[in-house]
């Protein structure tokens, strides 16, 4: 595949997209397994949700 | 399951869970086609293999006014129902919406160098993209910086439907001045003005973009009710540790 004479700017485009697109995926993905695991050690704590609570007779 | 149930943040929880798998395997091969389809499209007759960096560039403009879409909707639903999933889907599409406009505003200032011969005019089109992209981190910083965390969100959904004012000026105004950015060549009366051997991979490639968005912003909304989750089981805790 012949980019022409503005190769530069053509791969130049693509990289920025992919780095930014790359950082976005990355974000998700480790602020997921981020929530999960400080939940994890909450639930560890015996801290639930209001919601989660049996009620007391 | 009827569509009001999935209002319910742990329902909706449960169908992302199963859902995102689904996503971002359509969204890989998505991308996958549209890809293989735009390195085997041919050159522009006057711009060369300069219309390759259109593939991104389009779709990442469709994306950032349709993300301010999305917020816009759910900045109803917070200031009008006050909705805790809305604000929970206006929140996660800001960095989303930002990260697409930064894009659309590198790679159209990439191609612009080439085709125009400058990166940057001050023309109606590039200035209205770029209030838009400084109007999603006035949103962010709303969001990230409110110490009450219910004012911030109120705060970001009045300025994302005041923002929601610039879409139509940024759809319109290449019709409304005289731009360097050229008119619209896709949707407009008289059909698109782009040859189908052009046309075919940027539809594809927008199509994957789209569901790339869908795929994040579902993602970045679970993250977003697990991170609320852990903030009350922490003020619980700390209810506790006082009490």
Redesign the interface.
Known sequence: ???????D??V???A??VF??A???A???L??SA??R??GD?EE?G????SQRKETP | MAVIDLANPTRFLALVNRMLPWLWAITVALFAYGLLRS?HAP?DYQQ???V??MF??VP?AWLSMMCWGVMSVAALGTLVWRHPLADVAGKAAA??GA?FT??CL??GS??G??TWGTYWVWDARLTSVLVLFLLYLGVLALYWTAEDPGRGSRAAAVLTLVGAVNIPIIKFSVDWWNTLHQPASIMRMGGSAIDPSILWPLLIMAVAFTF?FFT?HF??M??EI??R??R???I??AQ?ARA
């Open positions: 595949m012949n980019l022409g004479p503005h190769a700017f053509i130049a485009a693509y920025v997209t930014v697109v950082a976005l995926v974000w998700v993905v602020d997921y929530q999960r400080i939940l909450l704590q801290i639930s949700r209001r | 390195m050159d060369g293999a300069t390759k960096i991104l560039h990442a960095p989303i990260a930064f894009i590198v790679t990439l191609w160098r080439p790339l994040l993602a970045a679970r993250n697990l991170r989750r852990v009350s089981m922490r619980m805790q506790e």
